[in-house]
């Protein structure tokens, strides 16, 4: 369906820029997705709450940087490549993104060659604007954390699922619903592709998913720890020092705040807003009170200076499992030569 060598896929990561990290990725052999933007700061949470002047200065911006980063991947990538859009209420900003990707599509020849699927995540399959996707000639696949909502995408009229556990760096589900229970559930219950993730680093996480019966693996931490991820370069060493530093915790936790259960890396941000969250149930501060604090912690942490314990650090659990930083050809082809190795192996148990 996607026209690609190997069946690894670098997972969106909105709202920071991947770009090109899915030029990277796309030409090891993979597939690379163009993640979906925020506004700069100056904006702050503009296209949520504001006037229409600031409002409309925030979307011309936020469409600039998305189209910017549809070009970049779709002129530079050998192979073909995907974007997300998170279509939660709250992203005002979708319908509008998406006529511009759509305009761009049908005038920028590459985007047109090159661009196959539009991800949606983090919100309802159901959206009437998401059919233009499909009559556009797009594939359209929908992000899940369970198989109550892969169902519900598959009612939708998706072409393809993509299932991630609770394991999983950035949304989760409410309830924690892991890879390893979640992904062969999944698999049983819809009649579609699906690709899988949460947790997933190497070839034997490859071979894993592949023998429930997914069709490719969805990364995002593990690209993170690469040479070409745009990533702040602290961000990439806090991740691979994380289970150095206290080796019997878990170096991530989950917190909700306003946009929904987020898996973190553990700093001083991700403690302050979870003491927040029960704040806000008591009713003592407002839900813009931490939309604020949400929405400068995600810029902190995109900025190459400031004090990244007061950055939202979006990340796996198996940030434990990353202690070097390769590049992604050396990634992709390491999983691609472990995995084939244990195929052999496994190969030979079953004759
Ligand atoms: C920093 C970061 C940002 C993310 N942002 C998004 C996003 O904008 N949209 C989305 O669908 N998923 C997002 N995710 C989730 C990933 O697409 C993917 O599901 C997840 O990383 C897979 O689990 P893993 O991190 O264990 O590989 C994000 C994950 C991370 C780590």
Partial sequence: MLGIEYPIIQAPMGPYDTKDLAVAVSNAGGFGMASHPVPDPQYGIATIISDDETRAKAYENI?????????????????????NFRVATVQFDVPMLLDELLKEYDTNPAVKKKLRVVICSAGDPSQRYLRKIKDAGLLRFHTVP???????AEKSGVD?????????????????????VTVPEVIKSVNLPVIAGGGVCDGSGLVAMLAFGAQAIYMGTRFIVTKECEFNDKV?????????????????????????????????FAFELAEMTQKLKRKEI???????????ATYRAKGEEGNLDDGAIWCGQVA???????????VVDGIMAEA???MQRLGKLAT
């Fill in 63 to 83: 469409k600039q940087k998305f189209i910017g980063s549809v070009r970049h991947v779709a002129a530079n990538a050998k192979g073909n490549f995907g974007v």
């Fill in 146 to 152: 369970s198989v109550y909502h892969a169902k519900k």
């Fill in 160 to 180: 393809a699922i993509v299932v991630t556990g609770y394991e999983a760096g950035g949304h989760v589900a409410h309830e924690p619903f892991h890879t390893f």
């Fill in 236 to 268: 990439k060493v806090m991740i691979m020092e994380s289970s150095v530093k206290n080796p019997r915790e878990d170096p991530t936790i989950v917190t909700q705040g306003v946009y929904g259960p987020l898996r973190h890396l553990k700093n001083k």
């Fill in 286 to 296: 407002s839900i813009e009170d931490v939309y604020k604090f949400e929405s400068a």
């Fill in 320 to 330: 434990v499992r990353l202690h070097e930083k390769p590049s992604c050809k050396d």
């Fill in 340 to 342: 084939t190795e244990i």
